[in-house]
């Protein structure tokens, strides 16, 4: 991947250029951040002409390599007003890699009311009017593109709420089955590619080749070597592909870390209504998929297709993060509830997290009575789907909606909600929230293998002891994982096996005849998130930034009745490295 593609909405050209020095040897998230780092000013507005919205493949994309089809969005967010890095599986990943495009940016910002879509084929890169897709939710966007352009190129395409610049807007990337399942949600990135003017991206690599690879031989033992280590592990082995990532709902409850009505509990009685087992039993049932890859060349292999009533399908099988934010967090104990809602925020273009917990704070307000699946589906479909005030409100995240609605009790962190682990009950986790330079994301240093699953190690969650440094190890190796492109289910065997480990830079190595090694990889992961910090504080973020709400200190959580106490002093210590 040696090229970078310039769209310039503002006169609407579109420019193909060689890789600037600066960004030479980065990929995914390392080169996202990168260049937001070093183009988009800090304090502009995430709206406004100099933001700019970064697609890009990780390092190993469009290879043979296993799980490493994720595609990162990067841009100034919406929803946090800092540096975001978000990333989804799917198929673009791999055909821009195809297509030698280490990048896309697109910058300024076109006249208003203007829609574009951009076509990415081999030699070729334009815009095209797309007036006929406004306000056209992803399933429709996917549909009449598909007339035109075919099922086997791959959509890049926002909803209405990206068209609308609601602060947890998606950006969707359309699966195996092109469908727009797969979204870069967190931070409000759809908002920014809506505010470009650009409604979907077409990715058409029929005639690309394969990105070369310097070592061929080299290259496969490394991957067959990574395969065989994914295929071992337990949990990526068995566990994921079995239940899917649902499989922690039971597991999560109980550890007493289950955040239930507006992270009120820890436990929900109703779990085992909403588990991951009681989903795969639904799932077969009615002849949905159990075990589905997102991207071509997953092995763990932990998406599923889920069916309504009447065996027809309706959405990919719920995540757990989506079934927690939907499901215990509200109070609702109904799959199809959930599943219902599943498909409305990937046809309107939604982050599941944010608008769980957008929910969960309107459920706290009164409006809404916690366990009202079929009010929460009615918020979603008639408010938020049509942009009016209320829907605007609860599609500007759960920071807004707490505000408007007058609830102190709003779990953000940098505006972002928290997904779905309590931090009292497990402070690794509270330790990565409060100091992510992306807001509240348990992806970004996910203490949850050592604290809960056993790998890596273990660490008490219920102690402060050894928290910090395995949210600082962890945040590190996710900033490097990030940028090649790969799954971070993939962590779980890295941290148990060495062998694992190795073939991941072996595999750079023998791709671009490189030399790397362990130490590499580090480095790579400190700088990239030394480059977020560095934009954050420009952009105004300060160490009193980095911490919890305040009711995570003083309300205890059962069923441990405890509370978030890792000192200030520490979470300030994280990134002493």
Known sequence: M????????????????????????????????????????????????????????????????????????????????????SNAGGTAAQKLARLSIAAIVIEGQAPPHALWNLLIAKNKAELLPAKNLRKKGNYKTIEILSKEYGEKVSYI????????????????????????TRHAGRGGLGAVMGSKGVKAIIVDDRGAPAPAIKNVEAFRQAAKTFADALRRHPITGTGLPTYGTNILTNVINESGGLPTRNFSAGQFEDASRVSGEFQREIILARGGVATHACHRGCVIRCSRIYMDKNKKYLTKGPEYETVWANGPNCGINDLDVIARLDRLYDDIGLDSIEMGAALGVLMQSGFLRFGDGKGAIKLMRDEVGKGTPLGRTLGSGAAVTGQVFGVAHVPV?????????????????????????????????????????GAGGRVD??????????????QIATAAIDSTGLCLFVAFPVLDDP???????????????????PDNITSLGKAVLNLERDFNKRAGFAPEDDRLPMFFETEPLPPHNLVFNVAARDLDSVFNF
């Open 2 to 85: 040696d090229k970078i593609l310039r769209v310039n909405m503002s006169s609407q050209s579109v420019k193909l250029e060689s890789i600037p020095a600066e960004y030479v040897g980065l990929g995914g998230r390392a080169l996202t951040s990168k260049i937001v780092a070093l183009e988009v000013p800090p304090l502009c507005h995430p709206l406004g002409p100099e933001n700019k919205l970064v697609i890009a493949p990780g390092l190993l994309s469009g290879t043979t390599a296993p799980c490493s089809g994720r595609l990162s969005v990067g841009a100034k967010s919406p929803l946090t007003g800092g540096i975001k890095e």
């Open 157 to 180: 395409t926002i909803g209405p709420a990206g068209e609308c610049l609601l602060s947890a807007a998606s950006v969707a990337v359309t699966d195996l089955e092109n469908r727009p």
């Open 413 to 453: 962190v940098k505006r972002q909600a928290l997904p779905a682990y309590d931090p009292r009950a497990i402070k690794g986790i509270g330790v990565t929230y409060a100091t992510s330079p992306m807001g509240a994301d348990h992806t970004a240093g996910y203490s949850i293998t050592a604290n809960v699953l």
């Open 461 to 474: 969650p219920l102690r402060v002891e050894g928290q910090v440094e395995l949210s600082r190890n962890l």
């Open 499 to 517: 062998a694992a480990f190795q073939a991941i830079y072996q595999m750079i190595n023998a791709q671009y005849g490189l030399s790397l090694g």
